[in-house]
Nanobody
Framework: QAQLVESGGGLVQAGGSLRLSCAAS????????MGWFRQAPGKEREFVAG???????SYADSVKGRFTISRERAKNTVYLQMNSLKPEDTAVYYC???????????????????WGQGTQVTVSS
């Protein structure tokens, strides 16, 4: 059974950094787009970043220049390095995987077939 498990969340002060990891198991996701989404209380789940099998990356405007997504094929793992964190980055962060064949659709939640349970990131001011 395919499974995505996030780790690395926690509490950090504004300006600090965190690195999230997403370990995939149960199948190989090497040909899948891997993405990170987040959901703050009372808000819709939103796209944060995505990476294709060819390592093309896409970011939400709100995190460009601060977050970096990467993937390590041998470990079936995707990472999200988050720097210069702000209180508005506070949310539950979800890892997702999907067979997406158009770059323009990377940010669409419905394009992703597999989801992790999420990891909480809290940024204090």
């Amino acid at each position: 059974q395919a499974q995505l498990v996030e780790s690395g969340g926690g509490l950090v002060q504004a300006g600090g950094s965190l690195r999230l990891s997403c370990a995939a198991s149960g199948r190989t996701f090497s040909t899948y787009v891997m993405g990170w989404f987040r959901q703050a209380p009372g808000k819709e789940r939103e796209f944060v970043a995505g990476v294709t099998s060819g390592h093309y990356t896409s970011y939400a405007d709100s995190v460009k220049g601060r977050f970096t997504i990467s993937r390590e094929r041998a470990k079936n793992t995707v990472y999200l390095q988050m720097n210069s964190l702000k209180p508005e980055d506070t949310a539950v962060y979800y890892c997702a995987a999907g067979q997406i064949y158009s770059i323009g659709r990377l940010a669409l939640r419905n394009e992703y077939d597999y989801w992790g349970q999420g990891t909480q990131v809290t940024v204090s001011s």
